[in-house]
């Protein structure tokens, strides 16, 4: 068997590398050792060996999730490691890990032998298409054949989370280690191709075009910075006006349409067709080969509706006439990136508006509001409409900006403000990861619901504080853990948190009902008792002023065609 990083295709020489980029934390030499890596390999297991490192059991161009949860793999490494519970979540608790758990339980148990990078391939294939408990069967017996090492790392890549301060980043720098290129061209060919494997194979044969489009090939979403004040978009935008948009509550979707042939992309490029079958209906009368960018929103009869209903309709292949009739979607559409054979991510966004409100979309397409302002005040009072209209916020955006796949500049801005600050006590906590790991930095929490007396459960947050101040909340936690659950922790409730959050919505994992969406910790309250926090009454009021009946727009002022 081949001992050396770079030596073969196999799964250990796999393991092996990311152990040494593991094991180093200067990035410059992670690139190094895994672009050595990657120019030993094929073509086939380079694609392979990229998608792997980067996490993922799949490429995104594949349109395949594996559908392996915890319970499975931690059931399959027991069984085969025949190593007693305490044993295991002691083992558990040293790494807070699942795939450097499963290579130390399963260390001496296993009996390894040469397997390919192909193999895994054909076992995750295995593993997507089993159902239910026959999912265990072929990860079982690729397990049993490996050496420790190796299973440590298939379990890192089903599980999605490599830990090895390897992110996508790196290996696009790996990539252009390997080949001689400069990371910028490995950059911008990943991003017109969405797919990290199909990027090293291109960049390996030197296929570099990235200035067109290819249908039915997701291209990542162009990503807007946050900015706080109308002044300061205008401050970092440099310009003497600006576009802006509704920032609306849906779900970000790339529609592809030519001849006939229908298909949707979500944010991580997953495909979404069966969510929306009235949008793919529709998309053939449009008369034009395109892709569009723009926001799912549910609606009944011309009213916007809560992102709550619109989840209704979010992870299914097929969705029943019955919840068509219950929660009927458009799309808002505020970019166009391909028309009739033409690529047109270089062309200023002023050229590509006024190529999109040519087409004469009608329902269920609709064309995102826009508007025009010239100054910080004209800003301030677009912003505050919009919010009386029911949405988070406003998109403001450079007329003369290109699309830009994946990054994250100044050409698009997003203005958004907390919704509001809530008062909250935590009551449980739970490890962290990569960064995180060994402190206690996932905090859930509650408010008082007067009627019962009870603390009940609003949401989780895990932003907003430093390092240091997480580590103090750790021996802190400690000290007051009523109930220890391995990776999690029931403490008791008298640390008081301030948390803003973005919107409210209904939520059956809550006994309060109701959950806060993109809560961040604002500030820790150790100046207020618990007994002065704030109540669920107080989230109902809030709920029903902002996301209530009477917040919902009229489709004809949210959106113009």
């Known amino acids: 068997m081949p001992s050396k990083i770079g030596e073969g295709g196999g799964v250990l020489e796999f393991a092996r590398a990311g152990a040494a980029v593991g094991a180093t934390s200067a990035t410059s030499e992670k690139a190094r050792i895994l672009g050595t890596y990657f120019r030993a390999l094929d073509d086939d297991d380079l694609r392979r060996a990229a998608v792997f490192m980067s996490g993922r059991a799949f490429g995104p161009s594949q349109r395949r999730t594996l559908g392996l949860g915890w319970a499975v793999t931690s059931k399959v490494v027991e069984s085969i490691s025949g190593r007693d519970p305490d044993e295991l979540q002691a083992i558990f608790r040293k790494h807070s890990d699942i795939g450097d ?50 299973a440590r790392f298939v379990v890192k890549v089903i599980s999605g989370e490599m830990r090895i301060g390897l992110s996508e980043g790196l290996v696009e720098a790996a990539i252009a280690e390997a080949f001689g290129l400069p990371v910028t061209q490995v950059k911008r060919v990943h991003l017109i191709t969405g797919d990290i494997g199909e990027t090293a194979v291109r960049c390996k044969r030197g296929q570099l075009d990235t200035t067109s489009v290819t249908l039915f090939q997701p291209v990542r979403f162009m990503l807007a910075s946050p900015v706080e004040t109308a002044a300061e978009a205008f401050e970092r935008m440099g310009a003497d006006k600006v576009w802006t948009e509704e920032k609306y509550d849906g779900v970000r979707c790339q529609l592809h349409h030519a001849e006939g042939r229908v298909e949707l992309f979500s944010r991580d490029l997953k495909e979404t067709t069966g969510a929306f079958p009235e949008l793919a209906e529709s998309a053939p009368n449009l008369g034009h080969a395109v892709l569009f960018d723009g926001e799912v929103l549910a609606h009944r ?34 970019d166009l990136l391909h028309l009739d054979g033409r690529s047109l991510l270089d062309e200023p966004l002023e050229t590509r508006r006024r190529l999109l409100e040519g087409l004469g979309v009608e329902h269920p397409f609709l064309l995102a509001r826009l508007e025009e302002a010239t100054s910080p005040d004209d800003l301030d009072r677009i912003f505050a409409d919009t919010r009386e209209r029911g949405h988070e916020g406003l998109m403001v955006k450079d007329p003369m900006s290109p699309y830009t796949p994946g990054r994250r500049g100044l050409a698009w801005l997003k203005l958004k403000r907390p919704l509001a600050t ?21 905090y859930t929490f509650a408010v008082k619901d007067t009627k019962t007396g009870r603390l009940v459960n609003v949401g989780k947050a895990y932003s907003g504080l430093t390092d240091a101040e997480i580590a103090d909340m750790t021996k802190r936690f400690l000290s007051i853990t009523l109930e220890d659950r391995g990776w999690a922790r029931v403490v008791k ?64 002022e949210v959106a113009e065609t």
């Open 101 to 150: 758990w499963a290579g130390e339980a399963l260390e001496g148990r296993t009996q390894p032998e040469p397997v390919s990078l192909a193999e895994v391939e054909t076992t995750l294939e295995g593993i997507r298409t089993a159902r239910g408990g026959a999912k265990a069967a072929p990860l079982e017996r690729l397990l049993r054949r490996l050496h420790p090492e190796a």
């Open 301 to 334: 009869d011309g009213k916007v509706l809560r992102f709550f209903e619109l989840q209704h309709r979010l992870g299914r292949k097929k969705v029943t006439a019955e919840l068509r009739r219950e929660v009927p979607v458009v799309l808002v559409i505020f």
């Open 422 to 442: 809530l008062d909250v006590v935590v009551t449980a906590v739970e490890w962290g990861h990569g960064k995180r790991k060994g402190v206690l930095s996932d």
């Open 493 to 556: 409730p008298e640390v008081v948190l301030e948390v803003a959050f973005d919107s409210i919505q209904h939520s059956k994992r809550h006994a309060s009902g109701y959950a806060l969406r993109f809560p961040r910790i604002v500030r820790i309250r150790d100046d207020k008792p618990v007994e002065e926090i704030d109540t669920l009454e107080r989230v109902e009021e809030l709920y029903e002023l902002y996301f209530g009946g009477k917040t919902e727009a009229d489709l004809s």
